[in-house]
C-alpha cells in the first residue's frame, strides 16, 4: 500500500508567493525563522510523516485504542512515534521560548500540521489538543499554573485535552452541569462527566492536563455561568514531579466510524470525592477562555479536512494510473488503458486536485494573517490581520471539511468497487474525514457565526475590504487568463450580492438569514479559494514566461482553469440559495416531514 508523500512543491509556492512568507519571517520574533531553518524543517517534516506516521494510518484504522479497567492502550507503533515526536521537537514548533518552544512562524507550523494530519489523522489529534490548551493557558493561566504545567506541555511530555461536552450538553454549552467545590486557595474538586474527550486517557504520555468546564456553587445559569478547571491526571508535587493519581477516570472509550487510533474518552470526574482543579482565570468566563482553544481548534481541523483530501488524492491517482480498465475514448480497437486516460476519471481526479490547491491556499494565508495579527509593529496592520483571520477561520474549517467529505467520497468512486473494499485503504479516509465537519462546532456553527458575528454585526466592513481585493486580483487575469478572471468576477459579483442581503436582512428575518448560513459558507469558500487560485495563475504563467521547462506552472493553469469552469460557476447558485431559498426550508409544516 502507497505512503503519504508530502506535496512540498506546492507547499513552498503556496508559503512564498500566496502567503507572502519574506514579509512574515520579517515580522518581529520570527528571526529564527531563516530560508535554511525554514527548508530544513519542511524537509524532515515531509520525512517524519512519510516514514514514520504514513505506516501507522492504516494500522491504527485496523487495531485502533483499546480500553480496559480505565486504562487505553493506544494502536501498536503510536507510542514510540510520539516519543519520536517529542524527542525531535515537533510539538513546540510554534510555541512560546519562554516555555521552551521555538517560536517559529504560524504560516511553518500550519505547513508542518497539515503533513502530520495527511499522513495519520488520527495521530495529530493528540497534539493539536496539547496545543491548545498551551494557548488558553498562555493568555488565562496564572503564573503559578502556567509555570507547572507549559514546560511540559509545550515539549509535548505531557499532553492536553479540553472537555466541554456532556450528555446532556453538545454544542449547547449553557447546558453544561458537571460542578466544582471550592477547598480553597483556588483550588476546587471537580464533579461531572464528560464525553467525546479526544486523547482524555492514553499511554504515550506520563501526565495528562484536562482543562474542563464546569460550574461554581453561585453561578448563573447559562454560559455566563461557566468556569474553565486546570485538572491534572496525576497531581504536582511542590517541585514539579507526578504525585498522587487524581479523581479523573476514563470509563469507556467510544466505537466510531472512523480515526480508531484516536481514543474518545468518557471521564468521570470525582466518584472517589472529588478531583483536584485550579481556576484558570477568573470565574464564570470559562466559556470565554476556552474558545481559545476552540478557535484554534477549528483552524486545525481545516487542515485536517485538506490533509485527509490530499491522501485521498494521491491514493486515487496512484490507483489511477495503474488500474488498467476499456479502451480510450474515442480510439477505437485501441489498447486497453489506465482509467486515468478516461474523461471522467480525468474529471474526478482534477476535481479532487483543484479543491485540495485552493483549500491549501486560503488556510496559508489566512495563517500568515494571524502571523501579522500576533506579530505586526504596526497597530493596524495587527488589526487588519486579526479581522481577515476572524472571518476565515470558520471558512477554513468548515469549506475545508465539507469539501474533504466529497473529495475523499471521489476518492472511492474513483477506484470503483476496490474502492468499497477496506484493504485498499481509499475507504479509511472518507471513515476519517467525516468527524471534521462535526466536531469542533458544526459546518452550521461556523455558517452562523460566519454570517452572525463576522458580517452582520459589523454591517460586512472587513469582507467588503476583501471584496474589493478580489476584484483588483481579478483584474490582473488578462490576456490568456480573461476567462479565468471573467468567472472570478462574476463570483464574486455573486458573494457581494449575498453579503449584502445577509447584512440587509439578518436582523430583520434572521431564520432566513441562517437558512442561507451553510450555502454562503460554501459560497465564500469557493470564491475565496478562486480568488488565491487566480493570484497563484498569474505567478505562475510569469514564471513560465521565464522558464518553461518546469511542469508545475503548467500544471498549476491548467487546475487554476479547472477550478474556474467547474467551481467558480456554482457561486451565482449559491449566492441565489442565499437569498431566496428559505420559503423551501421553512414552510414546510413539522408534522409533514
Not at 479565468?484 to 468576477?489: A, C, L, T, W, Y
Amino acid at each position: 500500500m502507497s505512503e503519504y508523500v508530502a506535496p512540498l512543491k506546492d507547499i513552498r509556492f503556496v508559503m512564498q508567493e500566496l502567503a507572502g512568507l519574506d514579509q512574515v519571517v520579517a515580522l518581529p520574533g520570527c528571526e529564527e525563522a531563516s530560508p535554511d531553518v525554514i527548508d530544513a524543517i519542511l524537509d524532515e517534516a515531509a520525512k517524519f510523516a512519510g516514514a514514520v506516521l504514513s505506516p501507522l494510518n492504516r494500522v491504527g484504522d485496523r487495531e485502533g485504542a483499546k480500553w480496559k479497567d480505565t486504562v487505553v492502550t493506544t494502536s501498536p507503533g503510536f507510542k514510540e512515534a510520539y516519543r519520536q515526536f517529542v524527542d525531535n521537537g515537533w510539538n513546540g514548533l510554534g510555541c512560546d521560548p519562554e516555555f521552551g518552544g521555538q517560536g517559529l512562524p504560524k504560516l511553518l507550523s500550519t505547513a508542518v500540521s497539515e503533513m502530520w494530519k495527511a499522513a495519520n489523522h488520527a495521530f495529530s489529534l493528540c497534539p493539536m489538543l496539547t496545543q491548545g490548551a498551551i494557548e488558553a493557558l498562555m493568555i488565562a493561566g496564572t503564573d503559578a499554573q502556567k509555570a507547572a504545567y507549559l514546560p511540559n506541555l509545550v515539549s509535548g511530555e505531557w499532553t492536553g485535552t479540553m472537555n466541554l461536552t456532556e450528555p446532556s450538553a453538545g454544542s449547547d454549552l449553557a447546558a453544561v452541569r458537571s460542578r466544582a467545590e471550592p477547598v480553597g486557595d483556588g483550588t476546587f474538586r471537580i464533579f461531572g462527566q464528560k464525553i467525546f474527550i479526544t486523547y482524555g486517557e492514553h499511554d504515550m504520555t506520563d501526565n495528562i492536563v484536562h482543562l474542563v468546564l464546569a460550574r461554581t456553587p453561585n453561578a448563573p445559569e447559562g454560559v455566563k455561568g461557566i468556569s474553565l478547571f486546570v485538572v491534572p491526571k496525576f497531581m504536582l508535587n511542590a517541585d514539579g514531579s507526578l504525585g498522587e493519581r487524581n479523581d479523573v477516570f476514563c470509563v469507556s472509550i467510544e466505537h466510531k466510524l472512523g480515526i480508531h487510533g484516536s481514543p474518545t474518552a468518557v471521564l468521570a470526574f470525582g466518584d472517589n470525592g472529588g478531583a483536584i482543579g485550579t481556576l484558570v482565570g477568573e470565574e464564570n468566563r470559562g466559556l470565554e477562555y476556552m474558545f481559545i482553544m476552540m478557535n484554534a481548534a477549528r483552524f486545525n481541523v481545516g487542515l485536517e479536512g485538506l490533509g485527509d483530501a490530499e491522501r485521498a488524492y494521491q491514493r486515487a491517482v496512484m490507483y489511477a494510473k495503474d488500474r488498467v480498465q476499456g479502451t480510450e475514448v474515442g480510439v477505437r480497437g485501441g489498447p486497453k488503458v489506465p482509467i486515468i486516460k478516461h474523461p471522467d476519471v480525468r474529471r474526478m481526479l482534477m476535481s479532487m486536485r483543484a479543491r485540495i490547491e485552493a483549500m491549501r491556499a486560503l488556510a496559508y494565508v489566512t495563517a500568515a494573517a494571524q502571523d501579522h495579527a500576533h506579530n505586526n509593529p504596526d497597530e493596524a496592520a495587527r488589526k487588519q490581520g486579526q479581522a481577515f483571520a476572524d472571518l476565515m477561520i470558520p471558512v477554513v474549517k468548515g469549506w475545508s471539511t465539507e469539501s474533504a467529505i466529497d473529495i475523499a467520497s471521489l476518492g472511492v468512486q474513483v477506484h470503483g468497487g476496490m474502492g468499497f473494499i477496506e484493504e485498499t485503504g481509499a475507504a479509511q479516509h472518507l471513515r476519517d474525514a467525516r468527524i471534521t465537519t462535526i466536531y469542533e462546532g458544526t459546518t452550521a456553527i461556523q455558517a452562523n457565526d460566519l454570517i452572525g458575528r463576522k458580517i452582520a454585526r459589523e454591517k460586512g466592513v472587513t469582507i467588503k475590504g476583501v471584496i474589493a481585493e478580489m476584484r483588483a486580483a481579478a483584474t490582473l487575469l488578462d490576456g490568456d487568463l480573461v476567462g479565468i478572471g471573467m468567472r472570478q468576477s462574476a463570483a464574486v459579483d455573486a458573494l457581494e450580492r449575498a453579503v449584502f442581503w445577509i447584512v440587509d436582512n439578518f436582523s430583520s428575518d434572521p431564520k432566513a438569514a441562517h437558512v442561507g448560513a451553510v450555502p454562503f459558507l460554501h459560497l465564500l469558500g469557493i470564491v475565496a479559494g478562486g480568488w488565491q487560485m487566480g493570484r497563484a495563475a498569474v505567478i505562475a504563467r510569469a514564471k513560465a514566461a521565464l522558464d518553461d521547462s518546469d511542469p508545475f506552472w503548467a500544471a498549476k493553469l491548467v487546475t487554476t482553469r479547472f477550478y474556474a469552469d467547474h467551481f467558480l460557476t456554482q457561486a451565482a447558485g449559491l449566492a441565489d440559495s442565499v437569498v431566496a431559498g428559505a420559503a423551501g426550508a421553512l414552510d414546510m409544516a413539522d408534522d409533514s416531514f
